[in-house]
Nanobody, 123 residues
Framework: QVQLVESGGGLVQAGGSLRLSCAASGGTLSGYAMAWFRQTPGKEREFVATTSWNGGNTNYADFVKARFTMSRDNAKNMVFLQMNSLKPGDTGVYYC????????????????WGQGTQVTVSS
């Protein structure tokens, strides 16, 4: 069973940047799609970005396009989310997830999840 651990969250001012990491153990990420989702209190977990098994293709939510970049390093069994030009609306808990279909934006389609890392953007 794959275990995922996110890190890199924190408090940042609007316009700032953060780089989230997700480290996997218990199995390889190679061959699987990976995703980032986020969640705020009272809201459903929402899709942020996905990448194909080798990082050759990425897919972003409209609200993060041109600001966030998802990447992966299969040799290190890690995925990343570089977040630039952060806005207060980006505040939330960010989760990485493991799955099979990079085009799925439904949280229920992703099978393994990390515990999340808090991102707080102040105005």
């Amino acid at each position: 069973q794959v275990q995922l651990v996110e890190s890199g969250g924190g408090l940042v001012q609007a316009g700032g940047s953060l780089r989230l990491s997700c480290a996997a153990s218990g199995g390889t990420l190679s061959g699987y799609a990976m995703a980032w989702f986020r969640q705020t209190p009272g809201k459903e977990r929402e899709f942020v970005a996905t990448t194909s098994w080798n990082g050759g293709n990425t897919n972003y939510a409209d609200f993060v396009k041109a600001r966030f970049t998802m990447s992966r390093d299969n040799a290190k069994n890690m995925v990343f989310l570089q977040m630039n030009s952060l806005k207060p609306g980006d505040t939330g808990v960010y989760y990485c997830a493991h799955g099979y279909n990079m085009y799925s934006h439904r949280a229920s389609d992703w099978d393994y999840w990390g515990q999340g890392t808090q991102v707080t953007v102040s105005s």
